[in-house]
């Protein structure tokens, strides 16, 4: 695409990252799953926000957002982000999201122990002649 060749790709997602048009801001996440450094995923923590936050809005980019992020989590600084975001949204209405954060701090949290999730996993017990 032209606007991309003419643009340092980080640079315009950074500055496409805070447009208000879901137009825009779909086309914001498709450059970022085209690649963006881990510094620059990190710094778009308030758009991913934004994102998150509309509700059957802008549904593909979230979509997106959620996939690319769980693409990302074996990586601390991304587990960490992506853990703050499913804090703040897995208390969604929408229940598939909600099903969807709860399953990323899930991932995450076995990865990470240390990082703080509202989550805590408890290992399986066997448990003999319990009847």
Same mark, same amino acid.
């Given at each position: 695409?032209?606007?991309?060749?003419?643009?340092?790709?980080?640079?315009?997602?950074?500055?496409? @990252?805070?447009?208000?048009? #879901?137009? +825009?801001?779909?086309?914001?996440? *498709? $450059?970022?799953? &085209?690649?963006?450094?881990?510094?620059?995923?990190?710094?778009?923590?308030?758009?991913?926000?934004?994102?998150?936050?509309?509700?059957?809005?802008?549904?593909?980019?979230?979509?997106?957002?959620?996939?690319?992020?769980? @693409?990302?989590?074996?990586? #601390?600084? +991304?587990?960490?982000?992506?853990? *703050? $975001?499913?804090? &703040?949204?897995?208390?969604?209405?929408?229940?598939?999201?909600?099903?969807?954060?709860?399953?990323?701090?899930?991932?995450?949290?076995?990865?990470?122990?240390?990082?703080?999730?509202?989550?805590?996993?408890?290992?399986?017990?066997?448990?003999?002649?319990?009847?």
């Amino acid at each position: 695409m032209v606007i991309e060749k003419s643009f340092n790709q980080e640079e315009l997602v950074y500055k496409l @990252s805070q447009h208000p048009s #879901r137009l +825009i801001q779909k086309f914001t996440v *498709e $450059l970022i799953t &085209k690649g963006v450094s881990s510094e620059e995923i990190i710094k778009l923590e308030r758009f991913f926000n934004t994102i998150l936050l509309s509700i059957n809005k802008n549904r593909l980019a979230k979509d997106l957002i959620i996939n690319f992020l769980n @693409s990302k989590i074996e990586q #601390r600084e +991304i587990a960490h982000l992506f853990g *703050e $975001l499913a804090k &703040k949204h897995y208390k969604t209405v929408v229940k598939s999201d909600r099903e969807n954060f709860i399953e990323v701090m899930y991932e995450i949290k076995s990865r990470f122990s240390d990082i703080d999730l509202p989550i805590q996993i408890i290992q399986d017990v066997e448990v003999k002649n319990a009847i």
